[in-house]
């Protein structure tokens, strides 16, 4: 590998359906990596089997829609192991579905496992609340809260892939 800042960071985010926050963050993700050209390959996971295969819920696409951002063409899957090789950052959503992570991951994992809020200054350490029981509304704060944690995780990932020797 060469040095320069074009190499692609790996970033999966994960929640417990991968219906609703995960695929969100991974969204939002993808437009502002993109922006700030940020070269990512970046996928979202759940860490429950109960929505395999399933698009995101209805709510959750209509509020990325009406920020520009498409999330309805892809179907839930479950987190497996060789998503702690593939990427180098593996983020959760809350504490649960970090616990979890945590747990199934192998002995060797090279990823890196975080909670999203982590990345933003003096809201380590919180969740990002579920939405799924939740209403309309809900799911615009959730896309607020997920908007503000990409934001910070992105301008920390540019810092460490420009730090790359
Ligand atoms: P997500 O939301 O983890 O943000 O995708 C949920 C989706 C489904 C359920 C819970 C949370 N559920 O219990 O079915």
């Known amino acids: 590998m060469h ?3 074009h190499h692609h960071i790996g970033v ?3 929640c417990l359906g991968n219906i609703c926050r995960s695929p969100m963050a991974e969204g ?3 437009a502002i990596a993109a922006r700030k050209g ?3 390959d970046v996928d979202s996971a759940g860490t429950a089997s109960f929505h395999l295969g399933s698009a995101p819920d209805s709510r959750a696409i209509a509020v ?3 920020h520009g951002v ?3 063409n892809r179907l839930a899957r479950q987190i497996e192991r060789d998503d702690y090789f593939r990427f180098h950052h593996i983020v959760a959503l809350d504490r649960a579905n970090l616990e979890a992570i945590r747990t199934r991951a192998p002995r060797d994992a090279t990823a890196r496992l975080s909670m999203l809020l982590d990345a933003v200054e003096g809201r380590a350490g919180e969740p990002v609340p579920d939405p799924y029981y939740g209403t309309d509304e809900d799911f615009v704060r959730v896309w607020g809260v997920i908007n503000q944690g990409v934001e910070a995780l992105v301008a920390r990932l540019l810092i460490e892939v420009n730090a790359r020797p």
Do not use: P
Request: charged residues 5%; positive net charge.
């Open 3 to 5: 040095g320069g800042i």
């Open 12 to 14: 999966l985010f994960v």
């Open 28 to 30: 939002v993700f993808r």
């Open 38 to 40: 940020l070269a990512c």
């Open 64 to 66: 990325a829609s009406a």
């Open 70 to 72: 498409t999330i309805g």
